[in-house]
């Protein structure tokens, strides 16, 4: 952890505590010995890439030096592309070059990866060469089982053999220091370590502590998830037993900045709780999970994180002293994947195109229509005109399977995009854009002091997470400067009467929301429950029997001043 810079190459011997095969397109030179000068080593980093095989619609942020707190945006990312920019960025120093990932690579992914079970990106992943990744929550989105299917291989357990060739499983290997099954060992091994120019590395992945509050109950289940610093600083001293003086952590948690996309200006959020904790062996940590852009530094520590949906890479240098076998260097850079910038790799493409010939009768298919794009952005009060459609779908879902139901609450971190407007088509594709997850939906019991309890969590330390709420539900809320949120007395109401505190009511969540996800923990109360199918069935069944549709805000959530 001294200061000392050298620009001096040498090589990635491939040897690890794990037995994952070598990434593809990165570290393919031939071995050197190492003198005893420093050596350089690049680590390109990558998080939250949520299967993104095609660019985001969004693109990447950028911003203009000269006012670092404005930014626009640049069209961007797709494996395509990202597979150019790590093997371009690898011809620097090809022999100490190990591409790596914070987690977040598939669940919540677009129609492409979803439909054969993100199996696309685990093979996209593998084939530009990434080596070693922690795991995010996202991965759990179809539990930990079908996460081991992904890294080893072989058929889905109820679908079967989809895609256009066999899944192997990754090439690349998953860590998780910090999860354990009930048998008491690790999901994944806790940690690899690799050597250059023969001092060696150790890599530690660790999900974050909290993962069992944002995953569903089902996903929950033979899993537990222990403190990411207590993870890390009970392994330095097995690594440092084996050798291990350079330790760089990829850990599935992150922060938020207020100023420009690189500067790190007023860093929050719990990774600046957490690396101040970490062992002062630790030299390199590497985020996600807050999809944020920092190049920052904590406590002697560097702190990374490139975006998301595969826009950016972190370029991270480190210089490694041949004799003491530390990190006596360290630097990063914010890599923009433009599309301007690199072009696509062959490969890539011939992946995509081989999935998309099986995936094109489904995504093509007609499921209703509209007038414009419908979006999920919200108005002063909270509420947005996707938001409405889905609460709304999910009601009318629960009603039509015979059931009683009053309300139906949808949580805004679900409804992942709009739907586009184009020749006023709306297509399967669009609504599992919107809804990727897979939800159950659930029918509970609450009451109605259980209700207001619930809209009072929906004031969170990190801003304001307002429920989309169905036909017939309103309530107006207010926020004094500097305090929770409050519910105006007496405004919660239903079909226009006062819901009762001590009535029952009851409610269609989705399976992630009723297992107290988002901090949501009032349905954790909900009695009686009952799952009626999913959540993309419901909206598919409520876009067909309600089109066209129009981009209209039904003004049931009300902020007063």
């Known amino acids: ?33 190492a003198s005893g000068a420093p050596i350089e080593v690049n680590i390109l980093a990558i998080n939250d890439f949520h299967g993104n095989l095609e ?69 996209a992943m593998s084939k530009m060469g990434l080596a070693l990744t922690s795991v995010g929550n996202h991965e759990f989105d179809e539990g930990w089982k079908e996460l081991r299917r992904m890294q080893e291989g072989g058929c889905h357990p109820v679908d079967g053999c989809q895609g256009p060739t066999e899944f192997k499983g990754a090439r ?12 008491g060992e690790t999901l994944f091994p806790p940690y690899a370590i690799r050597e250059f120019g023969g001092v060696k590395v150790g890599f530690i992945g660790l999900t974050l502590e909290g993962t069992p509050d944002i995953i569903t109950p089902a996903a929950r289940v033979g899993i537990s998830f222990k403190d990411e610093a207590e993870t890390v600083n009970a392994l330095v001293p097995k690594l440092q037993a084996q050798g291990v003086e350079a330790f760089v952590v990829l850990i599935h948690e992150g922060g ?100 998309k010939v099986k995936a094109e009768p489904l995504m093509k298919r007609a499921v209703g229509k509209s007038n414009v794009a419908v979006t999920r952005a919200t108005n002063n009060h909270g509420e947005s005109a996707m938001g409405d459609i889905i609460a709304d779908a999910m009601l009318e879902a629960a009603r039509s399977q015979g059931g009683k139901a009053d309300i139906g609450f949808m949580n805004p971190g679900g409804i992942r995009t709009d739907i586009p407007f184009r020749d006023g088509a709306i297509t399967y594709a669009d609504l599992f854009a919107v809804q990727p997850f897979g939800n159950d939906l659930v029918v509970l ?99 067909t029997a309600h089109s066209p549709l129009e981009n209209t805000i039904r003004g049931r959530i009300t902020r007063a001043q």
Not at 61 to 66: I, L, Q, S
Not at 174 to 179: H, I
Request: charged share 15%.
């Open 445 to 543: 019991t609450l009451t109605g002091a259980d209700l207001e309890a619930l809209l009072k969590q929906q004031y969170q330390p990190g801003g304001n997470n307002i429920l989309q709420v169905s036909d017939g539900f309103s309530f107006i809320w207010r926020q004094p400067a500097g305090k929770p949120i409050e519910i105006v007395p007496g405004s919660i109401k239903l079909n226009g009467q006062p819901v009762v505190a001590s009535q029952t009511y009851r409610v269609v969540v989705n399976n992630f929301m009723a297992g107290g996800g988002d901090g949501f923990t009032v349905f954790k109360n909900g009695k009686d429950s009952v799952t009626i199918g999913t959540d993309i069935a419901a909206l598919e069944a409520w876009v």
């Open 256 to 355: 938020f900045t207020t100023g420009g996309l690189d500067d790190c200006h007023g860093l929050s959020g719990t990774i600046a709780e957490i690396v101040p904790k970490f062992d002062k062996a630790v030299d390199v940590v590497i985020s996600g999970h807050t999809n944020g852009i920092y190049i920052c530094t904590i406590d002697g520590r560097l702190l990374t994180s490139a975006g998301a949906y595969g826009t950016r890479v972190t370029d991270i240098s480190i210089l490694l002293d041949p004799k003491s076998g530390d990190i006596i260097g360290k630097k990063a850079r914010d890599i923009i994947v433009a599309e301007s910038d690199y072009p696509e790799d062959p490969a890539q493409v011939a992946l995509i195109n081989a999935y």
């Open 55 to 123: 660019p985001p619609a969004s693109g990447a942020k950028v911003f203009n030096p000269a006012t670092p707190r404005e930014w626009g945006m640049t069209p961007a990312g797709g494996s395509p592309r990202l597979a150019s920019a790590i093997a371009k960025l690898a011809e620097r120093n090809p022999a100490n070059t190990i591409m790596v990932a914070a987690g977040d690579l598939i669940g919540a992914t677009p129609l492409l990866s979803s439909l054969f079970h993100d199996e696309p990106t685990i093979e």
């Open 1 to 33: 952890m001294r200061n000392r810079m050298s620009a001096v190459f040498s090589l990635l011997a491939l040897t690890s505590c794990v037995s994952a095969p070598e990434p593809a397109a990165v570290a393919t030179a031939t071995p050197v010995v």
């Open 172 to 183: 690349f290997q998953y860590l998780a220091a910090s999860t354990y099954l009930d048998t």
